[in-house]
T-cell receptor, first 114, second 111 residues
Framework: DAGVTQSPTHLIKTRGQHVTLRCSPI?????VSWYQQVLGQGPQFIFQ???????GRGNFPDRFSARQFPNYSSELNVNALLLGDSALYLC?????????????FGAGTRLSVL | LAKTTQPISMDSYEGQEVNITCSHN???????ITWYQQFPSQGPRFIIQ???TKVTNEVASLFIPADRKSSTLSLPRVSLSDTAVYYCLVVPNTNAGKSTFGDGTTLTVKP
């Protein structure tokens, strides 16, 4: 079975631009979460979606938004990019939203903002 | 969300057992403890999860004392390929996705 897939793998943008990152969860998984990982640090939680509804939001500005589609895939959108948004963006999926549901991570999208 | 504290780095040699301890003093009653492994430029990979006492799978063991304020990941007979960053997470039962990663422990296995 395919794991969590993210696209694109790498992206270069300039300050002020907008970016859309995409995630396809493992088949049968209904929950998708997004994380930002800055070099040398652990992943930081951005959003969780379950059954197309937002279940949690981390401490990120309103420039960050996301949505989940009926097929459970998800998009993360970031507006007005800043240099500090340069990071590895990780998507994780799980069957349900509870703690016992293991999250499986994709390989991430490396975003560079110049 | 419960904050976790782990050693920043650890060194070991091939064939040794490695124990990485994580403290999570304000863990809530229904929180679970999960460990992930991450290699450079890859997403974290699930290793093991537990609630209390001891859990063992094909790659690791997880020891959790009765007060659940800490946990220890045990990797038996490490190899060079176990060199990675290891993260301890406290996962809220109501919202698994809202997990708090610390800065992890960088394990370096030497020949």
């Amino acid at each position: 079975d395919a794991g969590v897939t993210q696209s694109p793998t790498h992206l270069i943008k300039t300050r002020g631009q907008h970016v859309t990152l995409r995630c396809s969860p493992i088949s049968g998984h209904k929950s998708v979460s997004w994380y930002q990982q800055v070099l040398g640090q652990g992943p930081q939680f951005i959003f969780q979606y379950y059954e197309k509804e937002e279940r949690g939001r981390g401490n990120f500005p309103d420039r960050f938004s996301a949505r989940q589609f009926p097929n459970y895939s998800s998009e993360l959108n970031v507006n007005a990019l800043l240099l500090g948004d340069s990071a590895l963006y990780l998507c994780a999926s799980s069957q349900l939203a509870g703690a016992r549901n293991i999250q499986y991570f994709g390989a991430g999208t490396r975003l560079s903002v110049l | 969300l419960a904050k976790t504290t782990q050693p920043i780095s650890m060194d070991s040699y091939e064939g040794q057992e490695v124990n990485i301890t994580c403290s999570h003093n304000n863990i809530a009653t229904n929180d679970y403890i999960t460990w992930y492994q991450q290699f450079p430029s890859q997403g974290p990979r699930f290793i093991i999860q537990g609630y209390k006492t001891k859990v063992t799978n094909e790659v690791a063991s997880l020891f959790i004392p009765a007060d659940r304020k800490s946990s220890t990941l045990s990797l038996p007979r490490v190899s060079l390929s176990d060199t990675a960053v290891y993260y301890c997470l406290v996962v809220p039962n109501t919202n698994a996705g809202k997990s708090t990663f610390g800065d992890g422990t960088t394990l370096t296995v030497k020949p």
